[in-house]
């Protein structure tokens, strides 16, 4: 094929990936709601000041984004990046509820490259819904037989939204009664002054707890001085309510 074939090729190829973004996205809007739009801004602490701040909602529920991303799952990884870094909260979801889909199916090289894209671009995974959907069917699988290392660089992170993958992605481990890295990143992240990591560090030690008593109970006796009140109450959902209460009257 000589150079002017190539290029007509190339250019066929980026008009056709164009039209298909376009295409999702204006799927996408079909599902939108100017009414949903304003729940979801508050809803996600969008105002100045807030966590979310800036972010942009066009008022799409979840289930109709997991349909989309069903329907657009071998949407290639260079257009899902495009879909990720847009300054659309539900097209960022789009992009990444894509990845989770399409995860399991992928072959080790595919999973790696899904797993690398995930991990380079937490700057646009930025805000709670976005990290819990997925960082423990991505990061979590993926790192399952690695070393670690990576999650407890992502807890002493400066952005939130990493150090909220750090604990969220430890969820697939918990789900196997492997409970060592969370309890370890929990422990790193008592310290956390976010009110968002506090829930999660509770969340997932509440879910170490409906596994295995034990290693919750050992892990807040040993740490009890500086667990933060929501990790706490989170922690300690489940207990029986004497038990709940005498944890949080300081009487263990």
């Known amino acids: 094929m000589g150079k002017v074939g190539r290029n007509w090729t190339w250019k066929k190829i980026a008009e056709e990936s164009l039209m298909s973004l376009t295409q999702i996205k204006k799927e996408l809007r079909e599902y939108s709601s100017k009414k949903q739009s304003k729940i979801l801004q508050r809803f996600f602490k969008t105002g100045p000041g807030e966590y979310g701040e800036g972010d ?23 257009e899902t990046l495009k879909l990720l870094k847009s300054p659309i909260h539900e097209e960022r979801l789009l992009a990444l509820l894509i990845l989770v ?14 797993y690398e ?5 937490t700057k646009y995974i930025n805000n709670w819904d976005l990290v819990d959907l997925t960082a423990s069917h991505i990061v979590g699988p993926y790192l399952v037989s690695k070393p670690k290392k990576i999650l407890y660089e992502l807890a002493k992170s400066k952005l939130l939204w990493d150090r909220r993958i750090s604990i969220i992605a430890t969820h697939y481990y918990i789900k196997n009664n492997q409970f060592k890295d969370t309890l370890k990143i929990a422990k790193i992240l008592l310290t ?4 968002l990591m506090h829930k999660a560090v509770g969340w997932m030690l509440r879910e170490v707890g409906k596994r295995d008593l034990k290693p919750l109970e050992a892990f807040l006796k040993a740490h009890y001085k500086d667990i933060p009140r929501t990790t706490l109450r989170y922690a300690i959902e489940r207990f029986p309510e004497p038990k709940r209460q005498a944890y949080l009257k300081n009487q263990i």
């Open 56 to 78: 942009i909602f066009i008022g799409v529920k979840v289930p109709a984004i997991r349909e989309l991303a069903k329907k657009h799952q071998n949407l290639p990884l260079k």
């Open 101 to 114: 889909i399409r995860y399991p199916g992928a072959n080790d090289s595919q999973k790696r490259a899904i």
């Open 117 to 121: 894209l995930y991990l380079k671009h």
């Open 192 to 195: 956390d002054k976010e009110d």
